[in-house]
């Protein structure tokens, strides 16, 4: 196919306009050719014989009369055995090989291949004759913790493909050709371990849909039994700056039930990333016993990174977790964080001189958004499998406003709502997700007819202590403030969490049900006190031996004395 060409005839900071002869389509990539280095670029309009390109490095020195090279292909990744334990950059060049190849300063124009160059150990599972289609298996390699299948490539078209020939079981290298399909009319395909996909087309080989229904057990209280995620489902975590976001992130891909986690770093602070790729190799998986790097892909685009690159990572991230999907895996997605995206294309946005909509961001915002979230989803597979793409994003809107344009648009289309506020981070109540203002569309793991009971208190609680800030204490009748006890000891003993305590860090299902059992039945006792200072004191020490209990190992002789001592305690105030 003849290559098409052009030159950049103008140049607004990563904007190029490139005039070109020839057939060029929309987000297909193109390299402008400065000082001997070819530097990525993206079409996002054509317009009377001018492309219009994003370059995701900086465009230093470009100058008109550029020559721009078209490669006819859309922006693509690869996948393939190796991705797990990689970093990679948003357009999946590997990091640490880069910094071998260039030092702590990547150069730009530097593009390395993403699929290490070794050899796997293939067994097909395909004979030739066997009919096949996109997406279906031909073979497995073993990759760390997972059998990783080598399927047909999710773009190919037609349902007519047969096997001509298969490797047989052994090693190969990881671009070696290992089958032959060819289809009715004589087309032959060579296919290897390596697949390409366009990055902004959803992987769609799966028989279907089905309703996330399942909780993602994230192993944290407030999250599990009153704002549950679910497997295939969406949420969102906004939240102003220190609120701890970045955190609860960590504990979610660390103590989360998911077979694989991909953290999507878009936009976020080096110092976060430093922080992540620090860790993670640190953080001991508790499913494997081993380094949670293992199951792990980081995408890392950070402030400092070239910002068209930042919505390119989010989608870079999203296909290679459809990419597990499709071998029946379930996949938690990551995305810290969004509004740094939105601003990336509202910046490039104002390069193309749209009309903008709310706050200079684009009027296509909330329909972007919308159709990264939409590609989650829970599917049962052509072989039978269930698996799941869940996505959680950040949000870090400006002052903590949750009226910016951003998140609303994620809440639209988002199944759970886990809000952050400046309140209870500032108060050390974490994780800082508010109760009242959260919520969540999922079943948890807890009955929810209970839970519900149990908010109501919450509710009631914070009522009361509104009226006692204008009132005082004096002003609150004893019943009332019982009830805001009630609401202080769910809020300290269950919504709050230690996530450095090597116990209380992970809560499992089991122990959840259980803890919050004798939660419930102690905040539905009536008690028989009078005295504020006693009603005080009471709640203070069932306060103490709630905490006290979350420090014992779960079905230990300690773990049923001290529930059996909390038992006793509050029903020897309690009321028949």
């Known amino acids: 196919m003849e290559t098409v060409t052009g030159y950049v005839t103008g140049i607004n900071g990563n904007l190029a306009n490139v005039s070109f002869n020839g057939s060029v389509h929309k987000n297909e990539v193109g390299y402008i050719l400065v000082d001997g280095k070819r530097l990525k670029g993206e079409v996002i309009r054509i317009n009377n014989g001018v492309a219009s390109m994003q370059i995701y490095e900086m465009s230093n020195g470009i100058k008109v009369g550029d020559p721009v090279e078209f490669t006819g292909e859309l922006m693509s990744v690869e996948l393939g055995p190796g991705l797990l334990t990689q970093v990679f950059d948003g357009l999946q060049n590997p990091l640490p090989d880069l910094a071998e190849q260039c030092g702590f300063f990547l150069e730009r124009g530097v593009y390395l291949d993403p699929i290490p160059d070794r050899e796997w150990e293939f067994t097909p599972s395909v004979k030739v004759g066997d009919a096949v289609e996109a997406g279906d298996s031909i ?27 298969i490797k047989e079981k052994g090693s190969y290298h990881v671009r070696a050709t290992i089958c032959v399909i060819e289809n009715g009319n004589g087309e032959e395909k060579e296919l290897s371990m390596v697949i ?12 279907e849909r089905l309703r996330p229904d399942e909780p993602l057990v994230t192993q944290i209280r407030c999250i599990d039994s009153f704002l549950p995620v679910a497997k295939g489902g969406t949420f969102c975590v906004p939240g102003p700056f220190g609120a701890g976001k970045t955190v609860l992130q960590h504990m979610e891909a660390k103590n989360g039930e998911a077979d694989i986690v991909i953290v999507a770093a878009c936009g976020e602070r080096a110092g976060e990333v430093v922080e992540i790729l620090k860790e993670f190799p640190e953080l001991e998986d508790p499913k494997t016993g081993r380094s949670l790097m293992e199951r792990t892909i980081i995408i890392c685009n ?3 990174m070239p910002v068209a690159a930042r919505e390119a990572s989010c989608y870079t991230a999203v296909t290679l977790a459809e990419y597990y999907r499709q071998m029946g895996l379930d996949v ?5 964080s969004t509004s740094r995206w939105a601003q990336a294309m509202r910046e490039m946005s104002g390069r193309l001189e749209e009309i903008p909509g709310e706050e200079a961001f684009p009027a296509y915002l909330e329909s972007t958004i919308a159709s990264f979230y939409e590609r989650a989803g829970k599917v049962r597979l052509k072989d039978g499998k269930i698996a799941s793409v869940t996505i959680g994003g950040t949000v870090s809107p400006a002052g903590g406003n949750f009226e910016e344009p951003v998140t609303q648009a994620t809440l639209k289309v988002v199944g759970a709502f886990h809000g952050l506020s400046r309140e209870r981070s500032d108060a050390r109540k974490y994780p800082a997700i ?9 079943d948890g793991v807890v009955d929810m007819a209970r839970v519900e009971e149990a908010r109501s208190i919450l509710h009631r609680g914070n009522e009361i202590n509104q009226m006692m800030k204008v009132v005082g204490e004096e002003g609150t009748s004893a019943e009332d403030y019982i009830i805001y006890q009630k609401g202080e000891l769910l809020d300290s003993v269950y919504l709050q969490q230690n996530s450095f305590d090597p116990i209380d860090a992970a809560c499992s299902p089991d ?18 006190l009078d005295d504020k200072n006693e009603i005080r004191g009471f709640f203070n020490q069932l306060r103490q031996e709630f905490l006290d209990w979350h420090g014992t190992e779960f079905e230990s002789p300690e773990f049923y004395a001290q529930e059996k001592k ?6 020897s105030k309690a009321v028949e």
Do not use: N
């Open 434 to 442: 508010h109760p009242m203002d959260s919520w969540s569309k999922y």
């Open 302 to 304: 950070t402030s400092s």
């Open 332 to 336: 938690l997605l990551l995305a810290d």
């Open 511 to 528: 122990r959840q049900r259980e803890e919050f059992g004798v939660l419930y039945d102690a905040l539905m006792a009536s008690y028989d």
């Open 196 to 207: 390409t996909q366009p990055i902004k087309k959803a992987v769609k080989c799966y028989e």
């Open 566 to 571: 909390i038992s006793e305690f509050y029903k």
């Open 139 to 165: 073979g497995s390699v073993p990759e760390g913790l997972f059998t990783h299948e080598i399927m047909v490539p999710f773009t190919l078209k037609g349902s007519d493909w047969k096997v001509k020939s």
